[in-house]
């Protein structure tokens, strides 16, 4: 039974396309991120909400827009794609803002 | 900006060796500080989370400081066993709404 889970796991697609990352968790928890791990394997993070309001929007290009349709779905949704947006991108949630977080497994995006 | 370096990027350590991690922060005005282990192809666990105002904090074998002061932290692992080779991530939080800065990672491997 995962707690914080992702779909799809895998995905690659062409420059210019759109595509949609889904999370679920099933912790009862308050607030959800969106991270991205790079190449490199730097996590930076993204996107943050908390009861379906958004607390956190680092400086990440406007064609990613996260939704949450409520506390425990976060979805991330990138127009446009560039070959730059080619990384893993991790969703995590925590029972509250900045405590402690649970992370799923990850959506590895490849942009071609 | 707060900058978060673990030191060494990789270790190898024989069965039965105790760890030790390290994790320097640049800003000693933290509001907390999380210790992740990721496996290969896998997402984040979280293993250890340390408030400002706490000085360690202990699960089973792992133990971690936090020195403020000198914007240092450290993870202990005793008595490793093969099972505790993963990367093991270091992430600073600086204020209460849950963004986290991460280092590099450790990369740990653990020979029987």
């Known amino acids: 039974d995962t707690a914080v889970s992702q779909t799809p796991k895998y995905l690659v697609t062409q420059m210019g396309n759109d595509k949609s990352i889904k999370c679920e968790q099933n912790?009862?928890?308050?607030?959800m991120y969106w991270y991205k791990q790079d190449s490199k394997k730097f996590l930076k993070i993204m996107f943050s909400?908390?009861?379906?309001?958004?607390?956190i929007n680092e400086t990440v290009p406007n064609r990613f827009s996260p939704k949450s349709p409520d506390k425990a779905h976060l979805n991330l949704h990138i127009n446009s794609l560039e070959l730059g947006d080619s990384a893993v991108y991790f969703c995590?949630?925590?029972?509250?803002?900045?405590?402690?977080?649970?992370f799923g497994e990850g959506s590895r995006l490849t942009v071609l | 900006k707060q900058e978060v370096t673990q030191i060494p990027a990789a270790l190898s350590v024989p069965e039965g060796e105790n760890l030790v991690l390290n994790c320097s922060f640049t800003d000693s005005a933290i509001y907390n500080l999380q210790w992740f282990r990721q496996d290969p192809g896998k997402g984040l666990t979280s293993l250890l989370l340390i408030q400002s105002s706490q000085r360690e904090q202990t699960s089973g074998r792992l133990n971690a400081s936090l020195d403020k002061s000198s914007g240092r932290s450290t993870l202990y692992i005793a008595a490793s066993q093969p099972g505790d080779s993963a990367t093991y991530l270091c992430?600073?939080?600086?204020?209460?709404?849950?963004?986290?800065?991460f280092g590099a990672g450790t990369q740990v491997v653990v020979t029987p």
């Open positions: 909400y908390n009861n379906k309001e958004l607390i």
């Open positions: 912790l009862g928890h308050d607030t």
């Open positions: 995590a949630s925590s029972q509250v803002v900045a405590g402690e977080l649970f």
């Open positions: 992430a600073v939080g600086s204020d209460s709404w849950g963004k986290l800065q």
